[in-house]
Nanobody
Framework: QVQLVESGGGLVQAGGSLRLSCAAS????????MGWFRQAPGKEREFVAG????????SNGDSVKGRYTISRDNAKNTVYLQMNSLKPEETAVYYC?????????????????WGQGSQVTVSS
């Protein structure tokens, strides 16, 4: 079992930045791919970014390329999402998730463990 806890969300103005953290406990995630997803009110949960155990990043969603960066610190059992140039339409609850198969793709079905989410609100 892996427990995931996100932090770092909050209110930010359009064009601003936030850094989300996802701390894992229960077992090491050093051999597990991780992903970030987001869900806006009334919308489906969508893939944002993924990262394999080695640090190799899987493809970000096209909408966030060049602005979002996923990274990990296996020694701290933590994954991060740096978000720059935020837009109001990116207001959502952001979730981190663990992919035991290790691919870190956009396929939500591959993620078995989820955090409770962190609210990100971008004001215009």
């Amino acid at each position: 079992q892996v427990q995931l806890v996100e932090s770092g969300g909050g209110l930010v103005q359009a064009g601003g930045s936030l850094r989300l953290s996802c701390a894992a406990s229960g077992r090491t995630i050093s051999t597990t791919a991780m992903g970030w997803f987001r869900q806006a009110p009334g919308k489906e949960r969508e893939f944002v970014a993924g990262i394999r155990w080695s640090g190799r990043r899987t493809s970000n969603g096209d909408s966030v390329k060049g602005r979002y960066t996923i990274s990990r610190d296996n020694a701290k059992n933590t994954v991060y999402l740096q978000m720059n140039s935020l837009k109001p339409e990116e207001t959502a609850v952001y979730y981190c998730a663990a992919d035991p198969m290790g691919r870190g793709t956009s396929d939500i079905r591959e993620y078995n463990y989820w955090g409770q989410g962190s609210q990100v609100t971008v004001s215009s």
